[in-house]
Nanobody, 127 residues
Framework: QVQLVESGGGLVQAGGSLRLSCAAS????????MGWFRQVPGKEREFVAA????????GYADSVKGRFTISRDNAKNTVYLQMNSLKPEDTAVYYC????????????????????WGQGTQVIVSS
């Protein structure tokens, strides 16, 4: 089992920045791919960014490429999402997700591939 706790959400003006953190605990000795997803009311949870266990591979949704950066610190069991140039359409609840993988280079971008989820952190971008 892996427990995930997100933090760092809040209210920010358009053009501003936020950094989300996701702390993992539990079965953290295994290698696991991590991802960020987001959801607004009435819509499906959508992929935002992902990173492999080694950190060597990252992936982003087209809507956030060039603005968001995912990173991880395995010594701290924490993954980060740096969000710059925020837009009102980035407003959502952001969820951290983890999936234990056999290989350190595995990158997962589909919601169904993830086994563990955090409770979410709200991000509101005002215009």
């Amino acid at each position: 089992q892996v427990q995930l706790v997100e933090s760092g959400g809040g209210l920010v003006q358009a053009g501003g920045s936020l950094r989300l953190s996701c702390a993992a605990s539990g079965r953290t000795s295994s290698s696991y791919s991590m991802g960020w997803f987001r959801q607004v009311p009435g819509k499906e949870r959508e992929f935002v960014a992902a990173i492999s266990w080694s950190g060597s591979r990252t992936g982003y949704a087209d809507s956030v490429k060039g603005r968001f950066t995912i990173s991880r610190d395995n010594a701290k069991n924490t993954v980060y999402l740096q969000m710059n140039s925020l837009k009102p359409e980035d407003t959502a609840v952001y969820y951290c997700a983890a999936a234990i993988t056999r290989y350190s280079f595995v990158l997962l971008t589909q919601r169904i591939e993830y086994d563990y989820w955090g409770q979410g952190t709200q991000v509101i971008v005002s215009s």
